[in-house]
């Protein structure tokens, strides 16, 4: 099994100079504090829009408006973290974290206004559509 990506073998960590690290957009003060629903969009860094997914069922999904080079890395996934188990429509927003092999937390992003952009970020269903 290859360990990092198949170019480098690094985990495009902040000291490999392949990559170059997108950070999200800075949002004007009136939209913080976690009460605003377009929090999450408002992170969206340039380059990207938001739009209905064509995937059945995924309701929006992030789409490059211009090409994005080799190496770029987006992130990281924000949100609430839960020590516990998540269940319903919360689950369909959340990744799992695993550490040292063991559940470590689960980063919960189904609240647009406690999240950023990557809650709308769909992930590929097949091989091909990584490509």
């Known amino acids: 099994m290859t360990k990092g990506c198949e170019f480098c073998r690094c985990y495009a960590d902040k000291t ?34 938001i739009k209905k997914s064509g ?33 319903g429509k919360s689950a369909d927003f959340s990744w799992q974290i695993i550490r040292n092999k063991k559940h470590s937390h689960i980063v919960d992003a189904s609240d647009p206004a406690n999240s950023n952009w990557m809650r709308y970020v769909n992930c590929s269903r097949t091989e091909d559509e990584q490509k």
């Open 16 to 49: 490999c100079e392949l990559y170059q690290h997108i950070h999200d957009s800075k949002v004007p003060l009136e939209y913080t504090g976690g009460l605003h629903k377009i929090y999450s969009k408002k992170t969206l860094p340039p380059g990207l829009i």
């Open 55 to 87: 995937i059945l069922g995924a309701g929006l999904g992030v789409f490059a408006a211009v090409d994005i080079p080799f190496g770029t890395v987006f992130g990281p996934y924000r949100g609430k973290i839960h020590h516990g188990k998540i269940r």
